[in-house]
């Protein structure tokens, strides 16, 4: 038997998580990393208490009481999908089973397999409905970098002069990941990002550009702030023009070694549609790590709620 507990509070839920995020920081980044943003928000006064959408954090524990998986509902983007991390299976059915019981309706769910699987396909299946994989993801993880061949230009952290351009990079960013996957751009979701998120991704010194040697900004590599000992990549964005000149490669690299040298293990996402993506990163050492997915779940006799992920 499994015991499903939720939080409202990101500082509830890291305070009784804590030991279980830390045992796989890598596999548990997405999670750690945003509630413990959240939770910084919090005490910076950023937080927003009410949201239009089911904002939420799960505990699973075991007879012991041991915890032996988690989860969150926190996505701003529609259909908000849950996040949940590696749980046994019968707690992802039960998961389908309490929030339609509690009338939440889900219309997508991201994150480790089986148990997204599960709980997509429970959710379907209590509605009359059917469970189908929008994006095949893989997770990597950086211990030794393997170093690119030379690029002209050089990296430096974006300054607030960049915010324009930053943020219309991260909206490109989600419209070319969908192209390349050959998926309809905004198929999954409709980013969200805002100029204010992205001035504060600058104060923390959490965006880099790549200049080429004429000084001309031609890529953007992002980072979160390093989380249990992980700290993931992302995005990672050349503009069409700029492409096949190894910037990624170069930009990549110097954003991992950073964090490798700062203490912590560097990861990422791919999408296994892209293989373009996935060789750059495994030509500089990332190796898979695990398999997950996000799925969008269609309801026959309800409809996906629009006013209510992962980040």
Do not use: K
């Not at 012991?64 to 849950?82: I, L, Q």
């Not at 324009?164 to 996957?181: K, S, Y």
Request: charged content about 20%; overall charge negative; glycine content about 10%.
């Amino acid at each position: 038997m499994v015991e499903l507990t939720f939080f409202d509070d990101p500082r509830a839920f890291l305070a009784r998580a804590d030991a279980h995020l830390r045992r796989d920081p890598v596999i548990n980044t997405v999670v750690a990393t945003y509630s413990e943003r959240l939770a910084v928000e919090i005490e910076d006064g950023l937080y927003e208490p009410e949201v239009d959408h089911p904002r939420w954090w799960l505990v699973v524990t075991d007879d012991a009481g041991e915890v032996v998986g988690a989860g969150m509902r926190t996505a701003p983007f529609v259909p908000h999908p849950p996040f949940l991390l590696p749980v046994p299976d019968e707690a992802a059915v039960e998961l389908a089973r309490v929030l339609h019981e509690r009338g939440e309706v889900l219309g997508g769910v991201n994150g480790a397999l089986p148990g997204t699987r599960l709980l997509a396909e429970e959710s379907a299946r209590l509605t009359g409905g059917r469970a189908e994989v929008a994006i095949h993801t893989r997770l990597f993880r950086l211990d030794r970098l393997v170093p690119p061949r030379p690029v002209a230009g050089s990296l430096r952290l974006a300054t607030p002069q960049d915010a324009g351009l930053a943020l219309a990079w991260f909206l490109d960013f989600a419209h070319a990941a969908d192209v390349q996957a050959g998926r309809e751009p905004g198929s999954t979701h409709e980013p969200v990002e805002t100029l204010e998120g992205i001035l504060r991704r600058i104060e923390l010194g959490r965006i880099w550009l790549w200049e080429d040697e004429a000084g001309e900004r031609v890529h953007l590599t992002g980072a979160n702030p390093p989380s249990y000992g992980a700290a993931r990549v992302g995005p990672v964005y050349t503009p069409p023009e700029h492409r096949g000149r190894g910037y990624a490669s170069a930009a990549v690299a110097q954003v991992s070694q950073e964090i490798l040298d700062g203490g912590s293990v560097p990861c990422l996402f791919t999408d296994q549609a892209n293989p373009t993506s996935n060789g750059i990163y495994q030509a500089l050492g990332y190796r898979p790590v695990v398999d997950m997915a996000n799925l969008l779940v269609h309801h026959r006799s309800a409809r996906p709620s629009s006013a209510g992920g992962a980040a």
